[in-house]
């Protein structure tokens, strides 16, 4: 090695010498400072070139945890003079080949030929395939390897020589420090070591794979349709409608209604169009699983990147609420989307215009898409230390990242034009969520949420944390820097649990994307052999969430929807948890946790204000709040009204069927007469055991009477009447289900 190399002229008019070699960490393209074309280089200086060779690395071919030597006979490899730029109409693992020092040949990939040229010192591609440098000393054989991929992995094609024609008995490749034409071997940096146990390649072990993540997705096809409908899915379709009637007055993290717009045409009701909305949602997580395994195929071997879909689609909290729908599915295929673009594209101009499309789309859809942020940051920075121009990239991310704020304003100025929103309240929306979700939550605010996923699914959480592990191992060590640097990198959205309110189980869905490329690498540094037994277990624990999810049907929902519908045939305003008939304009807040929080910290009473407003005849008791506030509790509770709220709709509405109430009063005749106060004007329907007069006129019982709002009297001889609101309203025959309408998470 230490000869000096021949010199080849250079495309460029240049003189470079063939010892120029590439950083191994270089894996899609030359280092622009080691290039054969760079100033040093032109130079010919004695400093540049010691500098270029102690830039350059040896990659070490290691095998069962240990470092081998190459085969007896044969000279070792040196990856020097490798050219791994990522070219117009190729890849990292393009056509061409390039000698090292010792005059041993690695072919990238198989090609049909082309012109000898040397390799490009970055202002233009050298593509022939197969190209020669000079003449192949006599008696090296070639080619030595193959790289098949960008991610540092290789399949070795040694050729030992030919020793039968001198006498000797060709090698046994069984032997421990000699390799198998055609095996594969792992690639690490410097004298780093072995970073895994070889293994053959086997593709049973793919097929299998595909098998269980296809299962996982027919089970998960099958949840769409029987699955309990959660409240969030119930208020995110409340967007579309009040969209399509015109009556939407929230801009921020609204920007779906422009997507789903074709909802309200689907006939069924309610529950079909969640059911057709949760197939897009379906289909997003696919896009979401193509992605893992886009970046996981940067990283990792075939096998072990399936393995990782597999990890995620497999979860507990994926199979139940992957496909739901909601902003996460939306937001994480587009920053998933992101990540690969990030990791696996050239970053040129259609791919930062796709990037930058994606971030501003994935923004406006839910702000919780800034949690991708340091990730997104790692990759470009790590996209930026691998550049052969540096300046040059990092001018075009600044231009993209420039773009996409600029999308994201005129897009978002856009939406609200459309509706009566305007920019200051959604600045006090985003305001309040900030204070609300993360600077009074406290550390590990959804730590029971937390110990209930690693519960459910604790194959993959053993696997991610095992990747975490094993990652920060090898940078301690010092054994390798990139790939575990970057695969922590993928894991730190999990570390938005520590200060997150709302990280319930939906959210994990949307964070364990890119984790799950950490668990893959656990997968690859436990062996092969272990990859079938944890894939199994992992299918298995997906059915018994599967059968969780029949455990919580839809009936119950289903029933009261076509009550509501059978009762009230056209829309009126009504009050209810989480606008769950979304065809009918809903009246008063959100009545989540988080809404009913904010509700009582106002300490202000709102449902007489909103009565008098809206006037809304119908009352849905679908959540805590409201069931205890028409069964009576008036305790101080978190999840109860306040006491003057709760009295005022107990005193106007009147149990009709199940959980639904409609406006009207129960009357107490004291002396056989009584006052009361009409809130929600309009016709009732008169229910006593006889005649009553009303401000002065009879009415028998079934009749209806107009009353204006304001204070009125009663008098009859009876003790008890009911004012119901509307026309002798139907009551379905049917009797209500006792199942309970949500089950929670």
Known sequence: ???????????????????????????????????????????????????????????????????????????????????????????????????????????????????DQPPSCGRRPWTGGGARIGRRPAGVPRPVARIHRENGRCELLYREPDRTAAGDQAPSHAHPG???????????????????????????????????????????????????????????????????????????????????????????????QIEAARLAMLACEAGTMAC??????????????????????????????????????????????????????????????????????????????????????????????????????????????????????????WHQSLMSADLDGS????????????????????????????????????????????????????????????????????LTLIFYRNAFPYFFAFILPPVAVVAGYATERLGRRWLIPLALAMTIGSVVSHSRGLAKPQDAQAELIAAVHAVFPEPVPYIDRCSMIARFPKTGFFMSSWGVESYRAADREVFRAIARDRAPPLLIANGPALEAAMAGADSADGNRLLPGDAAFLRDNYVHHWGAIWVAGKTLRLVGGKADFEIVIGGRYTVEADAPVTIDGRRYTPKTVVALAPGFHGIAGGVDRAVLRWGDNLHVPTAKPSTEPLFRGF
Request: net charge positive; glycine share 10%; aromatic share 8%.
């Open 427 to 494: 600045r006090a929306l985003l305001a309040n969520a900030y204070e609300k979700t993360i600077l009074e939550a406290g550390l590990f605010p959804r730590a029971d949420v937390l110990l209930s996923v690693v519960l459910n699914s604790p194959v993959q959480a053993a696997l991610a944390v095992t990747g975490v592990g094993m990652a920060g191992a090898a940078l301690v060590r010092r054994s390798a820097y990139e790939r575990p640097l970057m695969l922590l990198a993928l894991a730190t959205p999990l």
């Open 292 to 413: 893992i395994y886009a970046v996981g195929r940067r990283f990792l071997d075939r096998e072990e990147a399936l393995a990782a879909v597999l990890a995620y689609i497999a979860a507990g909290v994926v199979m139940l609420h992957g496909a739901s729908f909601r902003a996460d599915p939306i937001a994480t295929v587009l920053m998933m989307l992101c990540c690969a673009l990030l990791a696996r594209s050239t970053l040129r101009a259609p791919a930062l215009a796709l990037l930058a499309v994606a971030g501003a789309l994935a923004m406006l859809i839910t702000v919780k898409a800034i949690f991708y942020a340091p990730l997104i940051a790692a990759l470009a920075a790590w996209r930026l230390w691998r550049a052969a121009q540096p300046r040059a990239l990092a001018l075009r991310l600044a231009v993209t990242g420039v773009a996409a704020g600029a999308v994201f304003a005129g897009l978002y100025l």
């Open 1 to 115: 090695m230490g000869s000096r190399p021949r010199q080849f002229p250079c495309p460029h008019g240049r003189v470079a010498g063939e010892s120029r070699s590439w950083p191994v960490r270089s894996l899609d393209r030359p280092a622009a400072r080691a290039g054969p074309c760079s100033r040093r280089a032109r130079q010919g200086s004695h400093l540049g070139r010691r500098r270029a060779a102690r830039r350059s690395r040896t990659l070490a071919l290691s095998r069962r945890s240990r470092r081998l030597p190459p085969p007896a006979g044969a000279l070792p490899i040196v990856l020097r003079g490798e050219h791994h730029r990522r070219q117009r109409g190729g890849d990292a693992g393009g056509s061409g080949a390039a000698p090292n020092r010792q005059g041993l040949w690695l072919c990238r990939r198989a090609g049909s030929g082309g012109a």
């Open 178 to 272: 000699r390799f198998a034409i055609g095996e594969r071997l792992t690639m690490t940096e410097g004298n780093a070591g072995t970073d895994r146990t070889p293994d053959p390649a086997r593709p049973w072990i793919a097929a299998l794979l595909l098998f269980g993540i296809g299962l996982c997705l027919a089970l998960q096809l099958h949840l769409v349709f029987v699955q309990e409908i959660n409240w969030d899915e119930y208020f995110f379709l409340s967007h579309v409608h009040a969209f399509d009637r015109g009556t939407l007055a929230r801009a921020l993290q609204s920007f779906h209604v422009h997507l789903f717009g074709w909802l309200p045409a689907v006939p069924g009701g309610e529950i079909a």
